[in-house]
């Protein structure tokens, strides 16, 4: 049994669970494990990453970092080589939950910051608790971001608040979150994983194969050119157009009856 990280799985939903609110590298190499793991389970049609208690993820561990950081020998030899935990645990992971072909729903059940909001972040959709704080938190420990926060926050909130929000890393709310699109429902904190997973299961029994192809889309669509996005636009479409699930949901619309998909 994972002894930071749950995995519960219940109508196509797979429902992952961080037991500890700090990142561990115990709990970052399972976590990592479990996203593998489910992503290449077809019986999983979306995904929940969630918290326990009054926190859903306040990032690195810093105890652990301050044991690290003391049983190091002799500091690095180039200052500029990544320190291995940022490439070979937090990176992976990032890129993993970024990389889900199915929808991701987070909810964060309470306080986030630092590397725990690069985690939530990644969820195509997020469900957070009234109340709950959030924070950048990187520069209040001296260092620069990481787990994608500063490309997800320009993405999110634009350049000029991203940067007021990683070099002035006060905490906000998450009804404040909400205001700037950082967080999509805020929910009263008891109603926060009923919300969130009822949201995935109603992902998970829509049309997969468009949420995929929306997801890509949606991957490179502020980079991309209009003409790139219009390109990919058609091969995607016309990929999803050949799919079950179109062919269900235009036959279910002439019946006027509701459609019922396979993810196929």
């Known amino acids: 049994m994972p002894e930071t990280v749950t995995r519960e799985d219940s109508a196509g939903v797979a429902t992952l669970t961080m037991l500890r609110p700090g990142l561990s590298s115990a709990s970052r190499r399972e976590l990592l494990g479990l996203v593998q793991d489910v992503a290449a389970d077809e019986s999983v049609r979306a995904v929940l990453l969630t918290g326990t208690g009054r926190a859903f993820c306040v990032g690195q561990d810093l105890n652990e970092s301050r044991v690290r950081r003391e049983a190091a ?5 180039d200052p500029d080589q990544p320190l ?4 070979e645990e937090y990176n992976p992971l990032v890129l993993a939950l970024s990389g889900l072909r199915v929808p991701l729903v987070v909810g964060l059940n309470g306080a986030c910051a630092g590397a725990g909001l690069g985690l939530a972040l990644t969820g195509d959709l997020r469900v957070a608790a009234a109340g709950a704080k959030i924070t950048t938190a990187f520069a209040g420990v001296a260092l620069s ?18 940067a007021e929000l990683l070099l002035l890393p006060e905490p906000f709310l998450s009804e404040t979150a909400l205001q700037w699109g950082l967080v999509h429902r805020v929910v009263p ?31 490179t669509a502020a980079t991309d050119s209009l003409e790139e996005t219009l390109a990919l636009e058609a091969r995607l479409q016309t990929r999803a157009g050949q799919a079950a699930d179109h062919r269900e949901a235009v036959e279910a619309f002439l019946a006027k009856r509701p459609p019922v998909f396979t993810g196929h």
Not at 190 to 219: D, F, H, M, N, S
């Open 145 to 162: 971001s990481d787990s994608g926060v500063a490309s997800r926050l320009v993405h999110c909130v634009g350049g000029a608040r991203a």
């Open 84 to 87: 291995p935990v940022l490439v």
């Open 189 to 219: 904190p008891e109603r926060v994983l009923a919300e969130a997973w009822a949201l995935a299961a109603r992902l998970a029994a829509g049309p997969t194969v468009a949420y995929r192809a929306i997801k890509t889309v949606l991957a």
């Open 73 to 77: 020998a002799e500091p690095a030899e």
